[in-house]
């Protein structure tokens, strides 16, 4: 499994980004994957997560009215929509994904993790 993160950048505060995460290697019936952040200092913390199958979501308490979990399963790829960004959103964001028979909001459930793209939130 290959997961290529994308969209990252320097915003503003108050400013929306879109991530991408192309996923490929094998079909992903069954899967779930999940966006996680790490900031400077930090440990790398759950942002959201999605079924494959269902497309159910989920979400930390953090970004929870703000951010937006999606998949387009012809595509391969999961999205994260990121709106109202603060300062405090500022971090690499990575993709991961995992065939376990439940979602998880822990990292070290998810077998398979992207490089990550660097979101800077700054006036």
């Known amino acids: 499994v290959q997961l290529q993160a994308s969209g990252g950048g320097l915003v503003q505060p108050g400013d929306s980004l879109r991530l991408s995460c192309a996923a490929s290697g094998r079909t992903f019936t069954n899967y779930h994957m999940g966006w996680f952040r790490q900031a400077p200092g930090k440990e790398r913390e759950f942002v959201a997560a999605i079924t494959w199958n269902l497309g159910s979501t989920y979400y930390a308490d953090s970004v929870k009215g703000r951010f937006a979990i999606s998949r387009d399963r012809a595509k391969n790829t999961v999205y994260l929509q990121m709106n109202s960004l603060k300062p405090e959103d500022t971090a690499i964001y990575y993709c991961?994904?995992?065939?376990?028979?439940?979602?998880?909001?822990?990292?070290?459930?998810?077998?398979?993790w992207g490089q990550g793209t660097l979101v800077t939130v700054s006036s």
């Open positions: 991961a994904a995992d065939g376990g028979a439940k979602w998880s909001r822990l990292a070290p459930s998810y077998g398979f």
